[in-house]
């Protein structure tokens, strides 16, 4: 599981513009689902749609972002199949504590993208 260079060319761009935005409040999101035990593999999926995945965590309209954030974890994307080989998945999962996951929703393109957290200054 790899950063798509597709991806990376067509929605890099707006995703980072709105990573600098959202940052904190997912790095804070991902920590407290790991805190609490819910998962060690929380996923981010984001789109300038609604979808039908995870919980709505920020909406485009509430901080003037590209797209919406919505929280989840592994254990929805296995159950949805949309996740086949789910310890390939986990081998493939970046340090949570430094890399955000993505999942990124588009009507004709959809992956996984990790993008590291702003260092803490």
């Known amino acids: 599981m790899q950063n798509d260079p597709e991806l990376n060319g067509k929605y890099l761009g707006s995703i980072t513009k709105d990573f600098v ?16 035990g819910f998962s060690d593999f929380p996923i ?12 709505l965590l920020i909406g485009r309209n509430e901080l003037n972002t590209e797209w919406n954030y919505h929280i989840t974890y ?15 998945f986990k081998q493939a999962f970046k340090n949570p504590d430094e890399f955000c996951c993505l ?3 588009d ?7 990790f993008v ?3 260092e803490d200054e």
């Open 21 to 36: 935005v959202v940052a904190d409040t997912l790095k804070e999101a991902s920590y407290q689902v790991r805190k609490r």
């Open 44 to 55: 981010f999926p984001i789109s300038q749609t609604d979808i039908p995945i995870g919980q």
């Open 74 to 88: 592994l254990d929805e994307f296995v159950q949805r199949k949309l996740v086949e080989d789910e310890n390939a």
């Open 103 to 105: 999942f990124v929703v």
């Open 107 to 113: 009507q004709t393109f959809t992956n996984f993208l």
């Open 116 to 118: 590291p957290f702003p």
